[in-house]
């Protein structure tokens, strides 16, 4: 069944950008959707709607058949996690676990002891738990990029969208967040990954949505890839 839903989707700037322009989106619970497009075409734009951090000013998107507002913002995002491209963007706290914890405790989570069981979880699942006690802020990119993600996990949200997660990550952090994106798709997770990487976007994907302008210029199968320039 589909479990986003975007219906002639428009978004402008304040300064009058065009930013989308009637997007038309479903896309299909488990799916593996690589999210394709030059820099500037709409694609952050597009993503911040589907986790409620921007508002349709036209047009609708639709979550599991209920349609983002500002009043089920809260569950729109214990829904759909985002991870942002800059992990600097999503890491606040003087602890990895901590900043692990935030999203939880921002959801009204009080237990202590189900709280650490879910961070410890979301940890292991990238790899980091060695790391629960570090200052995030001394880390690596790629263990922030970790941290980042991690915080996403705990929340256990069904949609995952990654902004370009691979880009500035070495071969085996690449590796490794392969992994990842495998086992949340094993976890039946829909997951939708913004990259530039057409070749990681052919051997990954099921889903490919090409976005240009502020448009839709192709959606469909990985087939579709082979016309594109
Ligand atoms: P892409 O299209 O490859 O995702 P973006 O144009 O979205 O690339 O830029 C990547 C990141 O850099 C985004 O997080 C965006 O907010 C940030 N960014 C883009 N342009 C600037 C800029 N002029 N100054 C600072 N940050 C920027
Ligand atoms: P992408 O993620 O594909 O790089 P964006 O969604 O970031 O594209 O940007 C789409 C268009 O909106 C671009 O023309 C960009 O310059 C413009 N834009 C993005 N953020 C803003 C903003 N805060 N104010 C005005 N224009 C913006």
Request: aromatic share 8%.
């Amino acid at each position: 069944a589909a479990i986003i839903e975007v219906d002639n989707l428009a978004y402008q700037y304040e300064d009058g950008t065009k930013a989308l322009q009637d997007i038309n989106l479903c896309i299909e619970e488990n799916a593996r959707v690589a999210i394709l497009g030059p820099n500037g075409a709409g694609k952050s734009t597009l993503l911040f709607h589907l986790n409620a951090l921007y508002l349709a000013q036209q047009g609708s998107v639709k979550i599991d058949f209920k349609e983002v507002s500002h009043q089920n913002k809260d569950w729109v995002r214990s829904q759909v996690g985002l991870v942002f491209q800059d992990p600097d963007d999503q890491i606040f706290s003087t602890t990895v676990f901590e900043d692990v914890a935030f999203g939880l405790l921002n959801f009204g989570w009080e237990d202590s002891e189900e709280i650490k069981v879910r961070v410890e979880w979301a940890l292991k699942a990238v790899n980091i738990l060695d790391l629960k006690d570090k200052p995030p802020h001394n880390l690596s990119y790629g263990q922030k990029k970790r941290v980042a993600i991690a915080g996403i996990l705990a929340i256990e949200p069904k949609i995952i969208i990654f902004d370009e997660p691979m880009a500035y990550l070495d071969p085996k952090g690449q590796e490794e967040f392969l992994n990842i994106i495998n086992q949340l798709h094993e976890r039946e997770k829909t997951l939708l990954v913004v990259t530039h990487d057409i070749d990681f976007a052919a051997e990954w994907a099921d889903t490919i949505i090409v976005i240009k302008d502020g448009k839709v210029l192709a959606t469909g199968g990985t087939k579709l890839l082979s016309n594109l320039d």
